[in-house]
């Protein structure tokens, strides 16, 4: 019965084992591969698309003693940040 027990551990344990390493292995491939990729992936349209709608000279920033205000280009509040005194 002890030897049963302890057959049922090993299988368990060599399962979790395998599990660790196959998780370790595809996190170590994608640390590798991964700018790898990217540097053959450089001209991806998305990558443009993305900077060509981003336009930060639309917003106007003014600083005064309440803390940061973010304007658009229409005039409207769009984000306040308050300082902490």
């Known amino acids: 019965m002890i030897k049963n027990k302890e057959k049922g551990m090993n299988k368990s344990r060599r399962k979790f084992l395998k599990?660790?390493?196959?998780g370790s292995g595809a996190l170590w491939a994608e640390k590798v591969l991964g700018p790898l990729f990217l540097r053959f992936s450089g001209n991806s349209s998305t990558k443009t698309d993305s900077l060509k709608k981003t336009s930060f000279?639309?917003?106007?920033?003014i600083e005064d003693k309440?803390?940061?205000?973010?304007?658009?280009?229409?005039g409207k509040e769009v984000l306040q940040i308050d300082k902490d005194l």
Request: net charge positive; proline share 0%; hydrophobic share 45%.
């Open 66 to 74: 309440k803390g940061l205000s973010f304007y658009d280009s229409s």
């Open 19 to 22: 599990i660790i390493l196959i």
């Open 57 to 61: 000279r639309d917003f106007k920033v």
